[in-house]
């Protein structure tokens, strides 16, 4: 059994390597990453609500153009908090989400917080939802171990709630939440 997930956990890290160096594969030199990101998801079905979480949210921000991309395997979400509604299938697949701050670059020198808008699309390989929020960030550190606490989240409406899911139809609203997540700055080497 512990094979057929090491097997899992290493086809999802290719898969978003891909994905990731396909978007970096450009001219951006640098940018913040983490491959632990903390997430919180909310399920409201009106009467009752399942909270879910993890801490592998591969995250990656580009500081240059204030633009960022985020990755995360429905499989690595775990309930911290259920109620009497649930999905009778879990999604299959990647969820990513790519999107762009409303700043024109990241400041990456000590600063004080910042708090911005940004938009964004989700994807699950089925379906695009275009996706808007306020995104914090602080940069923590100094000298060259620069680092940034960056946090966001969205809300998804019953009428951009992806389809195809069992369960799905009595869920009024989800909310996503990516808690201040901790990114190292890394240098990409084209």
Known sequence: M??????????????????????????????????????????????????????????LLDYDNAVFKAALSPTTLKAVEAGSGSFTSQPAGEFSLSGRFEVDHIETGNHEPMEFQFTGVLTNGRQEIPVSGIAQLQHIGGGGEVACLLGFGFNLEHSQIPTGYSGVENLQQIKVQVMQTVLRREKQKN
Do not use: M, P, W
């Not at 997930?5 to 994905?19: D, E, M, P, S």
């Not at 990731?20 to 997430?39: C, L, P």
């Open 2 to 59: 512990k094979t057929a997930g090491l097997i899992k956990q290493f086809v999802l890290l290719l898969a978003t390597c891909l994905v990731f160096s396909q978007v970096y594969a450009q001219d951006e030199e640098h940018f913040f990453q983490t491959k632990g990101g903390e997430i919180i998801v909310r399920l409201d079905f009106g009467d009752s609500a399942v909270q879910l979480k993890s801490n592998k949210l591969l995250l």
